[in-house]
C-alpha cells in the first residue's frame, strides 16, 4: 500500500467541499492499494460550448486527483503538493451521462510524484489519458 494516510472515500469528499472539485460534481469513488477511483458527470458543468466534454474539465479531474493521491502518499501536513506539469490525451468525446477515472502512480520520488490517470465512458471506452507532475515542498 502507497498511503500514508489511511484514505476514506467519505473524508476526502468531505475535505473537498468549497473547491473546484465540488464545483465539477467529482467524487472519489474507491481507494485500492495503490490506485484512487473517481467519478465526474459530463453536465452543464464540465461541459464546452459545442456540447462535448471540455478538455480542460477532465484535466482538473486528473490534477485534482492526482494531488489528492499525493498529499495522502506523502502524510505530511507541514509539506505542499503543487503541480508543475499536466498534460492529456483527448482520444474520444463524451456528450453526457458520468466519466470515471482511474489514477496510478508512476513514480513516487521524495521530492516529485508522477501520476497516470485514464478516464472512461459509461461504455468502458477510454476518453483521455493524462499524465501530472507534482512537487513535494516544505
Not at 495503490?34 to 459545442?50: C, E, G, L, N
Not at 479531474?61 to 499525493?70: D, F, N, P, R, V
Not at 495522502?72 to 498534460?87: A, H, Q, R, T, Y
Request: aromatic fraction near 6%.
Amino acid at each position: 500500500m502507497i498511503w500514508n494516510v489511511k484514505p476514506v472515500v467519505e473524508v476526502i469528499n468531505n475535505f473537498n467541499k468549497g473547491t473546484l472539485v465540488e464545483t465539477l460534481g467529482i467524487e472519489i469513488t474507491e481507494f485500492g492499494d495503490d490506485f484512487v477511483k473517481a467519478s465526474m458527470p459530463v453536465d452543464y458543468r464540465t461541459k464546452q460550448p459545442m456540447g462535448l466534454l471540455h478538455g480542460g474539465a477532465s484535466v482538473a479531474l486528473s490534477e485534482s486527483i492526482g494531488s489528492m493521491a499525493s498529499w495522502l502518499v506523502i502524510g505530511d501536513p507541514n509539506k505542499s503538493i503543487v503541480g508543475i506539469e499536466v498534460n492529456a490525451n483527448h482520444l474520444k468525446a463524451a456528450r453526457d451521462g458520468v466519466v470515471y477515472s482511474i489514477t496510478r502512480p508512476v513514480r513516487l520520488g521524495k521530492t516529485l510524484h508522477v501520476w497516470n490517470t485514464e478516464i472512461f465512458d459509461e461504455k468502458n471506452h477510454l476518453i483521455c489519458i493524462s499524465r501530472l507532475t507534482v512537487m513535494i515542498v516544505g
